[in-house]
Structure formats: structure tokens, C-alpha cells
């Protein structure tokens, strides 16, 4: 299904985006000519529809793969990679990048430059200036240093990122791959580079992901790495448990020698019983989530097959292969 002769394999996401995709394979084309393959990744557009003719258009090569309903921008990235991870040589390169030009063709040389098959398995790209409001700038600051907060790692890039076929294969034999790529890789424990990269204006319409959906994106990321989250917050439940179970055993001297006021000690001590009480709680039940994360009560890796109703090809430039002369 992917020809050999392609080095670069490009897979990109399209949801009601055709006009914006269109000039994106164009750009592609004129910067990587016949080097290139595209897996478009049609996410369940009604009025847009994806298909190999804006392929064709652009010169370009490469494959629609169409799903069944919208499931949303980075289940179509692990289907598309689930796709690639089938089909690749072990040759190719792989990056995965936005279709709405935000991601810049110009900046795909560079990220493969940086990777080396000793020392690198992924290549991401960290944004070098943001054109965003200040309200998203704020939130976003926060969110960087909550998750690092809660996970112990810091995460700082998104989908633009170059992969090796390894990296490819690790990366879809992870059922988490469909929940957040980037929390992904981060998990994956490959060898990582981050590159600071500028980011494109949109090549047209307006971005479909309102504030809601970016925190929702976001918090996917935590859910990656559910394990650590949950033994994080039962150790802060813990260390609360035992602060308030100490601090009522206090309560219960200073009344004892005399030095509690009238009311004060009734008071005091229902709040830190009740702290202790919902804190003890919140321990267990994350120390329970937990068990059941180890023991490996996760869903399957997500089969790309699952999803695809229809894959549409361009018609391959690779010359036919000639049959050996026979020697009657």
C-alpha cells in the first residue's frame, strides 16, 4: 500500500478542513517532491469531505483513510499511525502534523535532520512564539506547571513530531496512543529531542477546538499517566490524614490541660475528624484505582482497522516491475 520509493511518510488529521489540507499537500509537494507519501486521515466530515482527488491536485501520493464517525483529533492521529506502522519500510520516516497550517512544511527538514537512529527515536517540536490571547497563554502556564505537579514530568509540545519506524511501532502497541500523543510518547520512554520551532497562521476557516475542548485536551494528557496521578494524590491524602489525626490528638491535650477555649475544641476537632475522615477515604480509593491500573485493567491498543469504513489510494507513479525474460 505505501510504495518503497517514498522516504517521507506525512500523517495529518482532516476534519471538515479541505480547502486548508488542499494547500497544505501543495506546500508538501514543492518541498519534498516525489520523496513523499501522505496519509490523510478523513475524521468523520459530512461537509468537507477528504478525498484522493485533493490529493491528486496537490502531485501528491498518499492514501485517504476515511472513519466511520468523528472520534476526534488524536484517535485519527493513532489511526493513521496504526496505519503506517502496518504498511512502512523500515527506510521510512515518519511525521505527523496538522492539516490547518499551523505546522509548518518548512520546519519538517529540520526535525529529521535532529533524528539519528543512535541517539533519537523522536524529534517534537516546541513552540518558539505562540499567537494566542492572554486568557490562553495564562491557562496554559498553569496547566504546565499542574501536570508537572502531578505526573513529576513536564510536557511542553504537541503533535508536530518526527518518528522513526521503531518509534512507530512502540508508540501503536499502546493502548494509550488514542488518548493523548503527546502524553504518549512522553510515556513511551524513547529517546526524545525537543526542537524550538515557529508556528504558522492557518491557511483558512478558524480552528474548531474552542476552550473547553483545549482543557479537556489537556487533562487527557493526565490520564496517560493515571498510575502516577493516583499514587501522588493518595500520598498527598496520606500526608493530610495523618497532619489532621495528629493535630486532633493536640486538640484533645490543650483541652485536657485546660488551655482550650469554650466552643473551640468541639469545633476543631469535628473539622480535623472529618478532614481525616475524607482524606483516609480519598487515600484508599486511590490506592485501589491503582491496583486495578497495574493490574492491567486498560483497553486494548486501538486497531485502526476498528474505525476505517474506506481507504482511498492515488493511483501509484512507481514503475510497474517488468517480468524476467524467460529462457525457453
Not at 506525512?10 to 518541498?31: G, H, Q
Not at 495528629?246 to 491535650?253: R, V
Amino acid at each position: 500500500m505505501i510504495p518503497a520509493c517514498h522516504e517521507l511518510l506525512v500523517v495529518t488529521p482532516v476534519f471538515e478542513d479541505a480547502e486548508a489540507s488542499s494547500r497544505l499537500f501543495r506546500e508538501l509537494r514543492a518541498s519534498f517532491g516525489d520523496d513523499l507519501f501522505i496519509v490523510a486521515v478523513d475524521d468523520g466530515s459530512v461537509r468537507e469531505v477528504l478525498d484522493t482527488p485533493n490529493l491528486a491536485e496537490a502531485g501528491v501520493e498518499g492514501v485517504v483513510l476515511r472513519l466511520r464517525r468523528n472520534v476526534g483529533h488524536q484517535r485519527a492521529i493513532c489511526v493513521g499511525l496504526g496505519f503506517v506502522a502496518e504498511h512502512m519500510q523500515p527506510h521510512q520516516r515518519v511525521v505527523v502534523m496538522d492539516s490547518d497550517g499551523e505546522d509548518l512544511p518548512a520546519s519538517i527538514p529540520v526535525l529529521l535532520g535532529a533524528l539519528d537512529p543512535t541517539t533519537t527515536d523522536v524529534v517534537v517540536a516546541q513552540r518558539k512564539n505562540r499567537v494566542e490571547t492572554l486568557h490562553f497563554k495564562a491557562f496554559y502556564a498553569i496547566y504546565k506547571r499542574f501536570f508537572a505537579l502531578m505526573t513529576g514530568r513536564r510536557i511542553s509540545f504537541g503533535n508536530f513530531m518526527a518518528l522513526s519506524p521503531k518509534a512507530v511501532r512502540r508508540l501503536v502497541a499502546m493502548p494509550e496512543l488514542s488518548i493523548h500523543v503527546a502524553g504518549t510518547v512522553l510515556a513511551s520512554r524513547l529517546r526524545i529531542r525537543m526542537l524550538l520551532l515557529d508556528r504558522g497562521p492557518r491557511y483558512a476557516g478558524k480552528s474548531k477546538m474552542n476552550f473547553l475542548g483545549l482543557a479537556l485536551h489537556g487533562f487527557k494528557a493526565l490520564m496517560v499517566f493515571a498510575e502516577d496521578v493516583l499514587v501522588r494524590v493518595g500520598i498527598a491524602c496520606c500526608v493530610i490524614a495523618v497532619l489532621s489525626f495528629l493535630s486532633a490528638a493536640l486538640a484533645i491535650l490543650l483541652k485536657t490541660i485546660g488551655f482550650a477555649t469554650p466552643g473551640w475544641f468541639s469545633i476543631a476537632l469535628g473539622i480535623l475528624v472529618l478532614i481525616f475522615l475524607q482524606t483516609g477515604t480519598l487515600a484508599l480509593m486511590s490506592l485501589l484505582l491503582t491496583g486495578v491500573v497495574r493490574s492491567g485493567a486498560i483497553v486494548r491498543p486501538l486497531s485502526y482497522r476498528d474505525l476505517v469504513e474506506e481507504v482511498h489510494a492515488t493511483q501509484s507513479r512507481e514503475p510497474a516491475v517488468s517480468p524476467a525474460p524467460s529462457h525457453a
